[in-house]
């Protein structure tokens, strides 16, 4: 199956700075990554995601990049804002027995100070 | 976009009783999936219904602890039996890519405490 691992678990920065998290994942076939961010006591909603025939992705003030070589793909938020706190899951999509299911990373915990 | 409800939102239950939670999606899908998260945790798939099938369990879960029903193209109900503490979770079901909707879209939870 399908491994994903996330880095860094939590993460804090200034309003302002630059946040980037981390993925890797196992299976070569992957071919979907999407990011979730999941504020406290919410269902985790989707901020972006990109498929593997893309390098890069970009949405305002976040951005995702995908190196199928390294199997790495990245979430970039700039100008971080105090709303952008929140716990990000990146995932990948594989074939599990004739369907596609998405296995999630551990987590990372951001924390823009204001 | 997919909107899904989940019943109930939230409940507090006595360990070695059962819960079972619904999840309703607003258009026919092939598959949902049910998801826990436990306290401070990521998303661990336990199951995915197929409608017209039996359920297909992950690694760690199994039907008797988890079963699930899939009686028709928008809904699904998973139990948790014989509850103990260590189920106290956040349970999610949802939509998968490659369904009627180009991602997933996850219900709003139910969060479980057992006492």
């Known amino acids: 199956g399908e491994n994903v691992e996330q880095h860094p678990s939590t993460l804090s920065v200034q309003e302002g700075d630059s946040a980037v998290i981390k993925c890797t994942y196992s299976?070569?076939?992957?071919?979907?990554f999407p990011w979730y961010k999941q504020e406290l006591g919410k269902r985790p909603q989707l901020i972006i995601d990109?498929?593997?025939?893309?390098g890069e992705k970009k949405d305002q003030r976040i951005a995702v990049t995908l190196n199928k070589t390294a199997k790495h793909f990245s979430l970039h938020i700039t100008e971080t804002q105090p709303e952008d706190s929140a716990v990000y899951f990146c995932?990948?999509?594989?074939?599990?027995?004739?369907?596609?299911?998405?296995?999630f990373g551990k987590g990372t915990m951001l924390l823009v100070s204001p | 976009s997919a909107v899904i409800s989940q019943k109930p939102s939230r409940d507090i239950c006595q360990r070695g009783t059962s819960l079972t939670i619904q999840c309703q999606v607003d258009?026919?899908?092939?598959?949902m999936f049910w998801y826990r998260q436990q306290p401070g945790q990521s998303l661990t798939l336990i199951a995915t219904?197929?409608?017209?099938?039996?359920?297909?369990?992950e690694s760690g879960f199994v039907i008797d602890k988890f079963p699930i029903s899939r009686p028709n193209l928008t809904f699904s109900t998973l139990t948790v039996s014989n509850m103990s503490p260590e189920d106290s979770s956040i349970y999610l079901c949802?939509?998968?890519?490659?369904?009627?909707?180009?991602?997933?879209?996850f219900g709003p939870g139910t969060r479980l405490t057992v006492l």
């Open positions: 990109i498929r593997s025939n893309v």
């Open positions: 219904a197929n409608q017209g099938s039996e359920a297909t369990y």
């Open positions: 949802s939509v998968p890519p490659g369904s009627s909707y180009n991602e997933q879209f």
């Open positions: 299976d070569s076939a992957s071919n979907y």
């Open positions: 258009s026919q899908v092939t598959m």
């Open positions: 995932a990948a999509l594989w074939m599990n027995s004739g369907y596609s299911t998405l296995t």
